[in-house]
């Protein structure tokens, strides 16, 4: 009986997703098309060193455009997620990226280019097949990709993702865990996952200039950055007053508004091209980081 119980409840999951994906029009078919006719594209986050004031890097974010408008990732993501159809959309984000900044990244090789992950990215070594795949060949090197693996979901299975994660290492690619301090794994999970860089969330970059306790947690998670020897990325900086607190406390690196919103590709190169002139040869970019 236990058997046939199973097999109903099977049955009764898989008429509830029949249902939600086949509906004439349903949200996940309408994924499912938009991915086919290409039309989620990642927008691009500048990543500036605070100290020197340089362009290091970027964070690409998924946006999907339609004819009625640019949908943002929050209202999209959790659907992609529950429907398998995430997959297939970052590898289209990454395809995307790649086309978009192969030549300035094969110009400017210390830039860097992030990802965003979910759990289930995390599962099994598939994800990096098709990173090695989409980047092979690319002027972009593995050596100039993160990816990032929020902190906000739980993952199904931590040595699984630690396999994952140091395979990615392994080819050269850095290992984020994003929004830390709002979520399931914690310190856990900087202990287990070996990541390289911690993302500290904006709701904690938020509280400077207002509570006192909130900002006793931003000073604890710089310092414990700074004693794991990983590398902090403030996001969601807004003000100067913000800024100028972070840089004073030691961080290095951030992103936000106060220096600008995740870009279209062609915005985004514009500005890199503003900050590193295509005529700054790569000579004199490595002699300048030296
Ligand atoms: P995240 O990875 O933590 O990305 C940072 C979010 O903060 C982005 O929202 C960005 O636009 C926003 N942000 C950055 N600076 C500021 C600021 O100064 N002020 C404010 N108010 N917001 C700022 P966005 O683009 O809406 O993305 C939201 C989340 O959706 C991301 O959070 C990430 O978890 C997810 N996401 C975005 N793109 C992708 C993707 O390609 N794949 C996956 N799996 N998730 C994605
Ligand atoms: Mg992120
Ligand atoms: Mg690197
Ligand atoms: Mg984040």
Request: net charge negative.
């Given at each position: 009986?236990?058997?046939?119980?199973?097999?109903?409840?099977?049955?009764?999951?898989?008429l509830?997703?029949?249902?939600?994906?086949?509906?004439?029009?349903?949200p996940?078919?309408?994924?499912?098309?938009?991915?086919?006719?290409?039309?989620?594209e990642?927008?691009?986050?500048p990543?500036?060193?605070?100290?020197s004031?340089?362009?290091?890097?970027?964070?690409?974010?998924?946006?999907?455009?339609?004819?009625?408008?640019?949908?943002?990732?929050?209202?999209?993501?959790?659907?992609?997620?529950?429907?398998?159809?995430i997959?297939?959309?970052?590898?289209?984000?990454?395809?995307?990226?790649?086309?978009?900044?192969?030549?300035?990244?094969?110009?400017?090789?210390?830039?860097?280019?992030?990802?965003?992950?979910?759990?289930?990215?995390?599962?099994?070594?598939?994800i990096?097949?098709?990173?090695?795949?989409?980047?092979?060949?690319?002027?972009?090197r593995?050596?100039?990709?993160m990816f990032?693996?929020?902190?906000?979901?739980?993952?199904?299975?931590?040595?699984?993702?630690?396999?994952?994660?140091?395979?990615l290492?392994?080819?050269?690619?850095?290992?984020?865990l994003?929004?830390?301090?709002?979520g399931?794994?914690?310190?856990?999970?900087?202990?287990?996952?070996?990541?390289?860089?911690?993302?500290?969330?904006?709701?904690f970059?938020?509280?400077?200039?207002?509570?006192?306790?909130?900002?006793?947690?931003?000073?604890?998670?710089?310092?414990?950055?700074?004693?794991m020897?990983?590398?902090?990325?403030?996001?969601?900086v807004?003000t100067?007053?913000?800024?100028?607190?972070?840089?004073?406390?030691?961080?290095?690196?951030?992103?936000?508004?106060?220096?600008?919103?995740?870009?279209?590709?062609a915005?985004?190169?514009?500005?890199?091209?503003?900050?590193?002139?295509a005529?700054?040869?790569?000579?004199a970019?490595?002699?300048?980081?030296a």
């Amino acid at each position: 009986y236990a058997n046939i119980g199973g097999v109903l409840v099977g049955l009764l999951f898989a008429l509830i997703y029949a249902m939600i994906t086949f509906r004439g029009g349903g949200p996940v078919r309408e994924i499912a098309d938009g991915i086919r006719r290409g039309e989620f594209e990642p927008y691009y986050q500048p990543v500036i060193d605070i100290v020197s004031g340089k362009l290091i890097g970027c964070e690409a974010l998924v946006r999907w455009r339609r004819r009625d408008g640019v949908i943002p990732p929050g209202r999209f993501i959790p659907l992609a997620e529950a429907s398998g159809e995430i997959y297939p959309m970052t590898l289209a984000v990454m395809t995307k990226a790649r086309d978009d900044l192969g030549a300035l990244y094969g110009r400017l090789p210390h830039l860097e280019l992030g990802f965003n992950l979910v759990a289930g990215h995390f599962d099994n070594l598939d994800i990096v097949d098709d990173v090695q795949r989409i980047f092979d060949g690319s002027p972009i090197r593995m050596s100039q990709l993160m990816f990032e693996v929020t902190e906000r979901q739980p993952l199904q299975n931590i040595a699984r993702a630690r396999v994952v994660i140091s395979r990615l290492q392994q080819l050269g690619a850095r290992v984020a865990l994003d929004d830390v301090g709002t979520g399931h794994g914690g310190l856990s999970y900087l202990l287990k996952l070996g990541v390289d860089v911690m993302k500290m969330d904006k709701m904690f970059v938020d509280a400077i200039g207002t509570e006192r306790y909130s900002v006793a947690i931003v000073d604890s998670l710089v310092k414990l950055a700074a004693d794991m020897r990983l590398e902090l990325i403030a996001e969601g900086v807004e003000t100067f007053e913000q800024l100028q607190y972070l840089r004073q406390k030691g961080v290095r690196v951030a992103q936000g508004y106060v220096f600008a919103p995740p870009l279209p590709a062609a915005s985004f190169l514009q500005l890199a091209d503003a900050m590193h002139p295509a005529h700054e040869t790569r000579a004199a970019v490595d002699a300048d980081d030296a």
